[in-house]
Each structure stands twice: as structure tokens, then as C-alpha cells.
């Protein structure tokens, strides 16, 4: 309960998780294609995957639901998350992973989604994959993961549509972010699903926290502390 | 401000306080009740809390299990044991201690003024706890270990200081989210002390909270504020953005009661004394609800019942205290339950049944810790209340006054609950026409009383604050609207950003906000919550056609429904409140001040698993003109950016000065 400096640093070194995993790791509780389901999909280059084992298992996810012909929100949604990936281009395609599932999937055929991914510049970005199948499939795919156990909103096809679902499967975090807020607010609720960090990296992250709520106080120099 | 000025302050401050102190309930309390039960506090406090942490639960898929079952009043009531003062080290500091360990946050406000008097140590980690005898172990995220958190027990004038450490698990296989911020409900706090949504702090770290406990109207009143502010029966919980339902439904949340010479924790005769059932754990006696769902024995546990990725599932026991339909030995007198709504979302709808399975009288003498200027006896059903039952939404808080002297030794109260739970152990009704499932606990009268029963409860419970209602004009006026668009919650067209001011309110000033339920789906009922201090309801209507006429607003009919009416727990001119009950099309106009304090706070549906699907929006409180322009300004163009309208972000109406 009492703390110093130093057993801050020693009673913690035990969290310290392992090194970035070269192999993809669920975690132990993921209750894995049970819940995700192993459906044969199809990427926009044609290819067939198998949505838990080859998409989801162990890996950090992106998830929306878009279709190819939608005049409103999936342009914007799509062009946002252009902006994502700039972002995170780092991490792309390694240890995160970006999925556009189609709502249409009779009319969104892989031809479809890569003529929409070329429109958007997003057909040859690292680890972003446009995705169709078996609408029987992609219904159950968005029941299990865009659902909030409502039935008047989960057999509605459009509820839901403009959620980013978020998903670790090697940390079985899953958390969600809105496609309208800022660029920054979004990678933040990705980072809610990184890995664990060590407490070296949390206490880091916390002193940049700490400078930024400086600088705003600094900004509004007025703001009463007395 | 002068400095002189400020000085008088800060000494009548120190005399006020200090009066506090000699005439203030926590020291008698203390006095009478400390001999025997110090000692057993002392033995609580100094249990190792370095033991290890218990295995991470295997849960049981995600399919909701009927729970096992579990025989009805066989568990005693447990009474969360106050909070052990402690204290600190590295010592609290007005800045961060960053070095230390301690999360990001702004400096803390008026900490000269409100030197901590008294230190708390709450610890969030992994544990186990059985919710019945039946049952075995669950794993839990509780304060200290327990589930519910010990009580925190306070007074007006006693400045506190309660160090939050964050010792969750690095990795769970819960539903929870290891990062915590601690929000005082609905304490007249300090932003950076709020536990806002967005300022949560993982493993490791820890959070130094102050509160002041004192009454809104600091600047004005000076001291300690206005006394009529009072309130008293507080909870503290998570807040953690995305996962307040899942980390409540593990575990993390208690009870924080804050006493005064009006409500002074003991029944003594003494100035300004209500003289209410008022020792608490003895006479009065906190009755925390929620509900939970348990997975079959395995492992040695009975998980309970969670899905990584949802919210907090919906229960088929119901728990007080932690305990699934517990006992409770009373004596022929008049006792005090502090009912809390802790969620995650279920609604109560309570009454009490006497042992004839007729229903028993209670008389509501507070609403959200705000004492009723009248108190309110609800001995059957009314026109206003069709089934004579009490509705409780989450986070709400009841406290009812229960007089056993109307039974007699050896017969047996109930508490009932409109909606009936899975009991599993076929028994009798307890009561004639009381089926089992329908009961929360059971009150056994053992005797007559031992302890002198209180006087009859006042007529009046008190003043209410003054310069807020009608004809006084409040300095701005402002619509917040929940709406359902494309499956997304918003409020006034956005959804929470932490990020994102969305309302900026000028330190000092009053404002009439109106709340407006536009989420026709579902004909949900939303709690609204608002930070940081109590509302005055003026008016509810309703849109009797929301899709052809969105705009014609009705009275509604106030004899017709509970809780949509404005009943005397909720009309402006007898109560106060903190959770606005909001069925669809529903407007509710309120007042409020903003005083004292500056920072950021939350507006929200305190259905957490709406909450946690960002039903729930940030306002400021500022005390510059140069930074309330320059965030309306923001609020403006963000709206213009995300193609809103951008006079539904704005004052409806607004004094020259706001």
C-alpha cells in the first residue's frame, strides 16, 4: 500500500509483458470462431479467407460495415479511415489490421469492393481488406459483432453501420469508436485495445498526458487552482 | 478578487469549519459507537492487502445461463464496513505527483482553502467474493478487495482526500477494463477530481481525489458554503469510458455519506438535528441494488456471467449488499435505508409487503442525497403511483424511513421487487399473494427496541436553496437532445468525445437546461445524469406525436404514470436531483448553478450500457468571457464540420453577461 520510487518500478516488473509476438496468440478466454465465426469470405483482390483463423485469431482489428454503392456516410466513413491508416501505417498490416465488410453483399461482388477500395486509394494499403460472402454469413458476422443485445436495434441492418468495432483478440479487448469524431479521438480508442504496456511505457504516456493538460492550463492561464 | 478579501475568507472558512467539527455528527458518532467498533474496523483495515491476486475467471460463453440456485434468506445483510481513515505516503500535492506514480491531472482547486483534513485509501483489484451461501466464490474488481466498497463516512467541513490506486490485473479474462477513473455521485467537485470519463489511468498508477465536502455557494457564502445545499447519501464508482457498465458489474463502486447538524450521524438531540434514523449500520443502513447472472460451478468459482465485447448482461438475481436475498434483524423501531441504484441498468420498482402480504407504509425523506422539503409516505397505490411501487432508476438514490414498530416481534417484512428473479429452491410465498422471486430481502422483527426509537419524522424536512426558481431568469438557456441516429446514441447530434466540449457555462451563473428524449426505438426510459450539482425540475412534457408534430409539447398528465409526472420526489418546489428519469418523448426543463469550481464535466444516460455506447456528452464550466467565446466558437465549427445545425450547439437564449 505504501509506495516509493523504487518498489513503484520493482512491484510492477512483473506485468511487464513479452516482447511483440511474431506469431498471432488469442487469448485464452477469446471465445474464437464461436463467436466470430470460421465463414469463407472474399477479399477484394478475389482472394478466400477464412474470417476467424486467417483475420481475427490473435491479431488487433479495425472492423466497419460499408457497401460499395452507399452514397452517404461509407464515402465519408471510408475516406476517415484513409486517414487511420496514414496514421497508423506503421502498424499496419503487422500487428493491426483493417476489415471493410460489406452490408450488400448480392451486389458487392470482390470486383465491386475494389473498385470502390481504387476510389478511395485504399486497394493496396498494407493490411486493409475489403470483404464479402454469403449474406447468411455476413448477417451473422454483424449480429455477433456490431449487436448490443437489443433486439429493435439488432435485426436492423442499419443500426450500427457507423461504428468502428475495435477488437484484440490476443488481449480479448473489444471497444468501439465513431467514425465522425476527430482523427485524433479515433486513434485514441484504437489505442484502448493496443497491447499491454509495461508501467515504464503507462508512467511515459502519463507525464506526455500530464505536459498537454499543462500546456492547455498554460493556454487558459486565468484558470483558477487556488 | 483582493487579496485582503480573501484572507477574511479563508479565516471565517477555518472558524466554520472548525464548528463543524465540535458540533458535527462524525465525532459523536464516533464517540458512542467506537468502543466495540473501532475494534473490529481496525481488524478489517489491517487485513494483508498484498495477497495474491485470484486466478483470472474462465468464463462461461455467450449464451446467458439460467443462474444456480440459491435458497432464499439464508445470508445475513452485510453492511459494508466504514471506510478506515489512513494515511498516505508519498503525501497528497496539489500538482500531480507524476514522479510519484500519481495519473495526469490539472492542479487541484481551492486545495489551500480545502487542505485535506482526512486521508482514504481505496484500492481497485482482482478478488473473490461469494454472493451466497449456495454459491461459490466469484471473481470480482472491488475496492479493497470487497464488493460492496467499504462506506465512506464523512462530514461537512472535514475536507477528504481518497487515493484511488489502480491495481487491476495487467490481463484479464473479464469483461473489465483494467484503467479506472473514480466519479463521486454527485459531489460538488472539483473537475480534476470528478473522475470525467476521459481520465482514466491504468495498473500501477494511482489518483489522489479531493473533496471538499462542502456545500455549493462557496464564493458566495464563503466558509463552507450554503448550508441548504446539503446532501448526504453519495456513491463513488467507475467511470471509465466504453466500460462503466462492465467494471460496475464486477464490482467497483460504494457508498460515500457525508454528514451534518442536520443529518448528523447519531439521533441525539442536538441543533438542527432532524432526527432521523441515523446510526449508521445499526438504524440506518445503506441497501445497495443491483442485479447479476451466475455461470454453473466450475473451477471452483461461479463466475459470473459476462461476455467479452458486450455490456453488462442482464441479471436473474437480484443482490443487496452483495448478497442474493438476504436477511436482516430488526427491532420494533424506526430504521433508515439509503437505497442506491448501482445499475448497470436495471430499474427497481419497489415496495415493502407486510407479513399479511398487504403492502406496508415508507416514507421517502430524500431523493439523490437532497432531503424533500415534505416528505413523501406511500403506503398503497395511487392514481399517481398505479401500483404503489417506488421506481428507481440506476444511480438514483432512496432514503426510506421504515417504522417495525407497526409489527410485531416474530413476523417478518419484505421488500419486493415488481419483476420477478430466478430463485431456483421451489418455496412457499412468504407472504400470502408474495411470490419468492419477487422478494429482495426479508426484515425479521426480533424485538422491541433497544436502541430509543427517533422521534416522528418532521413535517418539513427543510429550506430548499432560493434564487433559482421562477421569476428569477436564468442566465442562458439550453436544449440537450438525445437522439437514435443510424443505430449511433447522440446528444445533440454527437456522440462522447472526451476530446469534444459541446456546452460552455460561464462559473457562477444559472442556466435552464431542457432535456429531450428523442429515441422513439424501444420506448426507453433514459436516466439522465448531470455532473457536479443538483437540479431543479420546473416542468415534464411530452410529444403525444413525436413523428408528425415533433414539436408540440404536452403537460404530461401528472396523475397518470409514476415516474413521468412531476411526483413530489421530483417537482422543483420539494426536491432536488441528479438523475432525470427520461421516458421516450419526454422533456424535462431544469435549473442549475455552476459555482465554485471550473473544469470539465459529463451530461449522460446513466444507463451504463447506453452510457458506455457514448450516450453521454462533456460541458465546461470556464471563468473567463475570452475562453467561453473561444469554445463556442469550437462548438460552432466543429458543428458546421459535421454538417449540423449549429444553433442546436448554442444558448437557445442568453443574458448580455452570459
Not at chain 1, 516482447?19 to 478475389?46: C, I, M, Q
Not at chain 2, 465549427?637 to 448554442?650: F, S
Amino acid at each position: 500500500m505504501m509506495m516509493n520510487r523504487r518498489n513503484l518500478f520493482t512491484n510492477f516488473a512483473g506485468d511487464n509483458p513479452s516482447a511483440p509476438k511474431s506469431t498471432f496468440t488469442p487469448h485464452p478466454a477469446s471465445l474464437g470462431a464461436s463467436v466470430f465465426t470460421n465463414a469463407l469470405l472474399r477479399t477484394h483482390e478475389n482472394k478466400e479467407v477464412k474470417f476467424y483463423d486467417e483475420l481475427i485469431k490473435g491479431r488487433q482489428v479495425i472492423i466497419n460495415l460499408m457497401y460499395a454503392n452507399c452514397d452517404s456516410a461509407c464515402p465519408i466513413i471510408t475516406s476517415k479511415l484513409v486517414k487511420v491508416h496514414e496514421a497508423l501505417k506503421d502498424r499496419m498490416g503487422k500487428d493491426l489490421f483493417m476489415y471493410s465488410i460489406t452490408l450488400k453483399p448480392e451486389q458487392d461482388d470482390p470486383a465491386a469492393l475494389k473498385k470502390f477500395a481504387e476510389m478511395h486509394g485504399a486497394a493496396n494499403l498494407p493490411g486493409w481488406l475489403f470483404l464479402t460472402g454469403d449474406p447468411y454469413d455476413i448477417e451473422t458476422i454483424r449480429y455477433r459483432l456490431f449487436r448490443w443485445d437489443h433486439i429493435k436495434f439488432d435485426l436492423d441492418p442499419d443500426v450500427h453501420a457507423s461504428m468502428l468495432r475495435i477488437i484484440n483478440d490476443a488481449t480479448n479487448c473489444w471497444t468501439m469508436a465513431i467514425p465522425q469524431s476527430s482523427l485524433y479521438t479515433i486513434l485514441q480508442h484504437i489505442s484502448w485495445a493496443d497491447p499491454p504496456k509495461s508501467l515504464e511505457e503507462r508512467l511515459e504516456e502519463n507525464k506526455a498526458i500530464q505536459e498537454k493538460i499543462n500546456k492547455e492550463v498554460k493556454q487558459y492561464g486565468y484558470r483558477k487552482t487556488t | 478578487m483582493s487579496k485582503k478579501r480573501k484572507k477574511t475568507k479563508k479565516e471565517s472558512s477555518d472558524v466554520s469549519r472548525r464548528d463543524m467539527l465540535k458540533m458535527g455528527g462524525a465525532a459523536g458518532a464516533a464517540t458512542i459507537l467506537g468502543p466495540t467498533m473501532l475494534t473490529s474496523w481496525k481488524a478489517y483495515a489491517s487485513q494483508p492487502t498484498t495477497s495474491s491476486p485470484p486466478a483470472e475467471p474462465v468464463l462461461c460463453g455467450a449464451t446467458p445461463p439460467a443462474s444456480p440456485a440459491t435458497t432464499p434468506f439464508v445470508d445475513s445483510l452485510p453492511i459494508p464496513f466504514p471506510a478506515v481513515p489512513t494515511i498516505l505516503f508519498p503525501t497528497p500535492t496539489k500538482a500531480a505527483n507524476i514522479a510519484g506514480g500519481e495519473a495526469a491531472r490539472a492542479d487541484h482547486q481551492r486545495w489551500e482553502e480545502f487542505s485535506p483534513d482526512i486521508f482514504y485509501y481505496q484500492e481497485a483489484r482482482a478478488a473473490t467474493h461469494s454472493f451466497h451461501r449456495d454459491l461459490l466464490p466469484s471473481y470480482i474488481w472491488g475496492f479493497n478487495g470487497r464488493y460492496p466498497a467499504s462506506t465512506v463516512l464523512n462530514a461537512y467541513g472535514l475536507s477528504t482526500l481518497v487515493r484511488f490506486k489502480n491495481k487491476l490485473p495487467a490481463v484479464t479474462s473479464s469483461f473489465g477494463r483494467n484503467e479506472t477513473t473514480i466519479h463521486l455521485h454527485n459531489g460538488h467537485t472539483a473537475s480534476e477530481s470528478d473522475g470525467f470519463a476521459g481520465d482514466f489511468f491504468g495498473p500501477g498508477l494511482f489518483k489522489d481525489n479531493h473533496y471538499a465536502n462542502a456545500y455549493a455557494g462557496i464564493d458566495a457564502f464563503g466558509g463552507i458554503g450554503d448550508p441548504r445545499e446539503g446532501m448526504h447519501t453519495f456513491w463513488f464508482h467507475d467511470h471509465r469510458a466504453a466500460f462503466t457498465a462492465n467494471n460496475n458489474y464486477l464490482g467497483m463502486n460504494g457508498m460515500y455519506i457525508v454528514y451534518d447538524q442536520k443529518d448528523p450521524g447519531h439521533e441525539f438531540n442536538t441543533p438542527g438535528s432532524l432526527r432521523l434514523p441515523n446510526y449508521y449500520g445499526l438504524t440506518d443502513i445503506p441497501l445497495i441494488l443491483t442485479d447479476k447472472r451466475f455461470c454453473a460451478a466450475a473451477n471452483g468459482r461461479n463466475e459470473m456471467f459476462q461476455v467479452v465485447g458486450s455490456g453488462a448482461p442482464g441479471g436473474d438475481k437480484w443482490v443487496v449488499n452483495g448478497k442474493i436475498q438476504p436477511k436482516l434483524n430488526v427491532a420494533r423501531r424506526k430504521y433508515r435505508f439509503r437505497i442506491l441504484n448501482t445499475g448497470p441498468a436495471k430499474v427497481w420498482n419497489l415496495k415493502l409487503v407486510g407479513p399479511t402480504g398487504t403492502q406496508a407504509p415508507w416514507t421517502i425523506v430524500a431523493v439523490d442525497a437532497n432531503f424533500l422539503r415534505t416528505p413523501w409516505t406511500i403506503s398503497g397505490n395511487t392514481t399517481a403511483l398505479p401500483t404503489g411501487d417506488l421506481q428507481i432508476h440506476v444511480a438514483s438514490r432512496y432514503d426510506v424511513i421504515v417504522d417495525f414498530s407497526q409489527f410485531q416481534v416474530g413476523q417478518s417484512v419484505y421488500l419486493r421487487e415488481a419483476a420477478v428473479q430466478n430463485v431456483g429452491v421451489a418455496t412457499p410465498d412468504p407472504a400470502p399473494g408474495l411470490p419468492i422471486g419477487n422478494v429482495l430481502m426479508r426484515f425479521d422483527v426480533v424485538s422491541n427496541a433497544i436502541i430509543p426509537d427517533t422521534p416522528a419524522i418532521p413535517s418539513t424536512l427543510g429550506d430548499l436553496p432560493t434564487g433559482i426558481l421562477p421569476p428569477v431568469v436564468p442566465d442562458a438557456t439550453f436544449e440537450w437532445r438525445f437522439t437514435l441516429d443510424n443505430g449511433q446514441f447522440h446528444i445533440n447530434g454527437l456522440p462522447f468525445d472526451a476530446n469534444r466540449v459541446d456546452h460552455v457555462v460561464m462559473k457562477g451563473t444559472m442556466e435552464e437546461w431542457s432535456l429531450r428524449n428523442d429515441v422513439l426505438a424501444g420506448n426507453w426510459v433514459h436516466p439522465v445524469h448531470i455532473h457536479f450539482e443538483e437540479g431543479r425540475i420546473l416542468e415534464r412534457t411530452t410529444r403525444l406525436d413525436p413523428v408528425n408534430q415533433p414539436d408540440v409539447h404536452t403537460p404530461v398528465n401528472l396523475q397518470q404514470v409514476q415516474g413521468v409526472g412531476l411526483n413530489p420526489d421530483e417537482d422543483g418546489n420539494n426536491a432536488r436531483r441528479d438523475v432525470y428519469p427520461l421516458p421516450g418523448q419526454n422533456t424535462v426543463k431544469l435549473r442549475m448553478k455552476f459555482r465554485d469550481f471550473t473544469g470539465r464535466y459529463l451530461i449522460h444516460c446513466h444507463n451504463m450500457n447506453h452510457e458506455d455506447n457514448f450516450m453521454m456528452v462533456r460541458w465546461d464550466i470556464v471563468d473567463s468571457i475570452a475562453e467561453l467565446r473561444q469554445k463556442r466558437e469550437q462548438i460552432a465549427q466543429r458543428r458546421r464540420e459535421a454538417g449540423l445545425p449549429v444553433e442546436d450547439g448554442l444558448p437557445k437564449s442568453r443574458k448580455e453577461t452570459a
